[in-house]
Every structure is written in structure tokens, then in C-alpha cells.
């Protein structure tokens, strides 16, 4: 097992509240970037494993987020494509990856945040921005709806950061008993 994905099991990953599909898009995040992590580490052998984490987890989240946000308007557009060509029902089923992979990396860097003692107002703050941007260019619901739902994923990525706020409040021994279950 990896560094990077050893460090995040112990942070709580096993209990992120995501769906099967971001959960997949978490395990390819780690497979494709723990040499990367391992190559921190190297280079910063006096840091935490910690604030590495939490340098790694901004680092790519802003990849994800600036991706995301180049990616918008082409999404929206086959979005409203599906829709018109397709049933509302049938076009939901279809979703778009960069959006799946910020939503998945957004519950990382919050749960990591949560772990580092970041204040609140600033994961909050973070959690409600990337909740809009996932949730608003969903145009097929109407505005109350889209609000109840950004309300509902906000309060998913709060869920991750106090799950990493809260792994201190777990001993040793129980960290390490999960994570061999999750192997």
C-alpha cells in the first residue's frame, strides 16, 4: 500500500460520504499520484506527513478546480445536448469526469484540512464555493432545488472535514484496525 493512501485511510478515507463512482475516482487519484507523493516526501524529509498531505491535497485540487472550471461551459453545452436529445431522466445518467474527480478531491483536501486544525470559516467558506460550482450548471432542476441540493453537498464536504477533525479522536489502535479492514 502506498504512502499517500496509507496517510489518507488513516485520516478517515474509508468513511467519506461518496458514492460508488467517487470513491473509484478517489482510488485512481491515489494510483496515479502516489509516486508523486513519495517524491515530496523525499525532497521534504523534515516536514510532517501532515502538512505534506495538506500542501499535495491543495496542490491537486487546484489542478482539479482549475480544470473543472476551463471544462465548464463544453459540459453545460453537452449537458443541454442530452436534455434536448435525450429524456431529462436518461440525460442525468450522464456525467461528466472532471467534475466527478473535483468532487472527489474536494472531500480529500476538506477531510485533510479538517486534520490539519484549518479554521472552520475557511473549509466552510471552501466547501460552499465548490458545492456551487459543481451543483449550478446543472440546469434541469428549478433554483430552490439546485439550492437544496448545493445545501445537501456542502454538507457532505463539512461531513469530510470534521471525519479528518475528528481522527485524533480515535486511538492508535483503532486507526490501525481500519485500516487493515480496508485492505
Known amino acids: 500500500m502506498s504512502e499517500l493512501k496509507q496517510q489518507l485511510l488513516l485520516l478517515g478515507m474509508a468513511n467519506l460520504p461518496v458514492d460508488a463512482t467517487t470513491q473509484q475516482q478517489l482510488e485512481q487519484f491515489i494510483a496515479a499520484s502516489s509516486a508523486h507523493f513519495d517524491h ?6 523534515n516536514s510532517t506527513l501532515l502538512n505534506l498531505l495538506l500542501g499535495f491535497m491543495t496542490l491537486h485540487h487546484q489542478q482539479a ?3 473543472w472550471l476551463n471544462q465548464r461551459a463544453a459540459a453545460a453545452k453537452m449537458n443541454a445536448i442530452f436534455s434536448a436529445t435525450l429524456s431529462d431522466d436518461h440525460a442525468n445518467n450522464f456525467t461528466h469526469q472532471d467534475q466527478h474527480y473535483l468532487l472527489a478531491l474536494t ?3 476538506l477531510m485533510v484540512q479538517g486534520a490539519s486544525g484549518i479554521d472552520y470559516s475557511y473549509s466552510y467558506e471552501q466547501a460552499d464555493i465548490q458545492s456551487r460550482n459543481i451543483i449550478n450548471d446543472e440546469n434541469t432542476v428549478s433554483p430552490i432545488q439546485v439550492n437544496t441540493k448545493v445545501d445537501l453537498l456542502r454538507c457532505q464536504f463539512m461531513q469530510s472535514y ?3 477533525k475528528n481522527h485524533h479522536n480515535v486511538n492508535f489502535s483503532t486507526r490501525i484496525k481500519q485500516l487493515f479492514r480496508k485492505l
Do not use: A, N
Not at 515530496?40 to 524529509?45: G, H, M, S, V, Y
Open 40 to 45: 515530496i516526501r523525499q525532497q521534504r524529509p
Open 65 to 67: 478546480h482549475q480544470q
Open 162 to 164: 470534521y471525519l479528518g
Open 107 to 109: 472531500h480529500l483536501w
